[in-house]
């Protein structure tokens, strides 16, 4: 399963890159494949870890102002793995190219 999600704590201010930096820490100890996005972490695991993790994240999040907002999309696949980077992989090999432009 792979779930693309996010825990924004309501309340903080603006710049909430303190609290981001904890609930990445759970997420990281978690040991599940995971990567940070500029507005969204993607994990993958069995149904139980992942939300087991973003259980974690979001109560986490929630620590810091008594309120959260999480979002969570899922993709569950019978039998897929290694979709975080198999799914863009799968994309740039179909344009011929890497799909990636930075800033600037």
Do not use: C
């Not at 999600?5 to 990445?24: C, H, I, M, R, Y």
């Not at 820490?25 to 993790?53: C, F, H, K």
């Amino acid at each position: 399963m792979l779930a693309s999600f996010s825990v924004v704590p309501v309340g903080g201010g603006t710049e909430l890159k303190e609290q981001v930096a904890e609930v990445l820490r759970v997420i990281d100890e978690s040991g599940l494949p995971y990567r940070l996005n500029a507005m969204s972490t993607e994990i993958e695991g069995d149904w139980d870890e992942v939300m087991q993790v973003v259980r974690a994240a979001h109560d986490v999040g929630r620590s810091f102002t008594g309120r959260v907002l999480t979002s969570i999309t899922i993709d569950d696949r019978e039998g897929a793995t290694g979709r975080i980077e198999g799914k863009v992989t799968d994309v740039e090999q179909i344009i011929g190219k890497k799909l990636e432009r930075k800033p600037g």
